[in-house]
């Protein structure tokens, strides 16, 4: 049976996303144990040049659920980044993702196939179709921005490990 478009992004986003959120309350459990202020954590960043942990959450947020939105519309318009907010509003903003994506419906994401969706970043336009937008721009930007949270929490002693950010496997049943 062919993959579908809605089993290569909703589900996979999913996944994620669900562990996003299981890594982010295991890093809060983390910094009350020791007396980290989270909500001065969200301006740490892997090196200077690059974006904040904030920043990474928010922007894993926006290509998720505007990453499969786009699929519907033509367009990937996630709205404005809100910059630093406090460490809980993180924890809100995957679980929102979770139930936006949720309430996309397999028919509906499956009937998008084959789309043209147009891109305009800066003075480019990057032209794709619905499947090669979710392959090649949102789902790699979705989980660089979501490893490199990681990679932030790792580097600053939060106890997690490789299978907090796969999350949730999708195995077969035997």
């Known amino acids: 049976m062919p993959t579908s478009l809605y089993d290569l992004s909703v ?54 659920v505007w ?18 907010v406090p460490f809980a509003e993180l924890q809100a903003m995957m679980v929102r993702a979770e139930t936006a994506l949720e309430a996309f419906r397999r028919g509906e994401v499956d009937g998008w196939a084959g789309k043209d969706l147009d891109l305009q970043i800066g003075p480019r336009r990057l032209a794709f179709t619905s499947e090669t937008f979710i392959l090649s721009f949102s789902l790699p930007n979705f989980h660089f921005h ?27 049943t035997a």
């Open 11 to 64: 589900p996979t986003f999913l996944q994620t996303v669900r562990a996003i959120g299981g890594f982010l309350g295991r890093a809060a459990d983390h910094f009350a144990e020791t007396g980290v202020d989270a909500d001065a954590f969200v301006h740490t960043r892997l090196f200077d040049d690059m974006a904040p942990f904030h920043f990474q959450i928010e922007a894993a947020w926006h290509h998720a």
């Open 67 to 84: 990453g499969v939105e786009a699929l519907k519309t033509g367009a990937f318009t996630p709205p404005a980044l809100v910059g630093p």
């Open 146 to 172: 979501a490893v490199t949270a990681y990679d932030i929490l790792r580097s600053h002693g939060v106890p997690i490990g490789k299978r907090d950010y796969e999350g949730q496997l999708r195995t077969r």
